[in-house]
Antibody
Framework: EVQLVQSGAEVKKPGESLRISCKGS????????ISWVRQMPGKGLEWMGR????????NYRPSFQGHVTISADKSISTAYLHWSSLKASDTAMYYC??????????????WGQGTLVTVSS | DIQMTQSPSSLSASVGDRVTITCRAS??????LAWYQQKPGKVPKLLIY???TLQSGVPSRFSGSGSGTDFTLTISSLQPEDVATYYC??????????FGPGTKVDIK
């Protein structure tokens, strides 16, 4: 079974750093991109950026560029989303999702279970 | 960047009703459109890709159509378990995978 399993919920203070993870199993991790999606409380889905785990090439939605970093360790089939300095506005549920379809044209399936990040002083 | 809109933003319908949700792209995206269902408190789930191809395991009451800039998701006979928010997503570019704002579907 293809699965993405994310790390657990986090509670952090503004200014702190954080890295959350997404571990893939049941498929060749380096053959499919991974994207990260933000969902703020009561709001819709926002694509943040994606990584090609085979070479760690990334691209970001402009509004997230410079505020988060997406990385991957293919040796352990895990992708990461990293903040160096959290803000209260980063409070949200974060999902990872595997791309599926073609090399450049791909939809998201499956999704991880989500990681809730709460940033509060 | 291509913007995605959806209408209506919410709807309430009776069990058994035919429900149609519209998604519009600000520029043509061929058929590179997916639909996702997110039930309350749950993970988004892929329903349809390539505008009209039903994902394996999705009930046949769901269907999608459209190409270019205008797309629709139809539920032929609304069921209580279909209460959810539905999102469209474009994937015509490897640089951007924008979602629509969502349509919340409730039972009347």
């Amino acid at each position: 079974e293809v699965q993405l399993v994310q790390s657990g919920a986090e509670v952090k203070k503004p200014g702190e750093s954080l890295r959350i993870s997404c571990k893939g199993s049941g498929y060749s991790f380096t053959s499919y991109w991974i994207s990260w999606v933000r969902q703020m409380p009561g709001k819709g889905l926002e694509w943040m950026g994606r990584i090609d785990p085979s070479d760690s090439y990334t691209n970001y939605r402009p509004s997230f560029q410079g505020h988060v970093t997406i990385s991957a360790d293919k040796s352990i089939s895990t992708a990461y989303l990293h903040w160096s300095s959290l803000k209260a506005s980063d409070t949200a549920m974060y999902y990872c999702a595997r791309h599926f379809g073609g090399e450049l044209i791909s939809w998201f399936d499956p999704w991880g279970q989500g990681t809730l990040v709460t940033v509060s002083s | 960047d291509i913007q995605m809109t959806q209408s209506p933003s919410s709807l309430s319908a009776s069990v058994g009703d035919r429900v149609t949700i519209t998604c519009r792209a600000s520029q043509g995206i061929s058929n590179y459109l997916a639909w996702y269902q997110q039930k309350p408190g749950k993970v988004p789930k892929l329903l349809i890709y390539a505008a009209s191809t039903l994902q394996s395991g999705v009930p046949s009451r769901f269907s999608g159509s459209g190409s270019g800039t205008d797309f629709t998701l139809t539920i032929s006979s609304l069921q209580p378990e279909d209460v959810a928010t539905y999102y469209c997503q474009k994937y015509n570019s490897a640089l951007s995978f924008t979602f629509g704002p969502g349509t919340k579907v409730d039972i009347k």
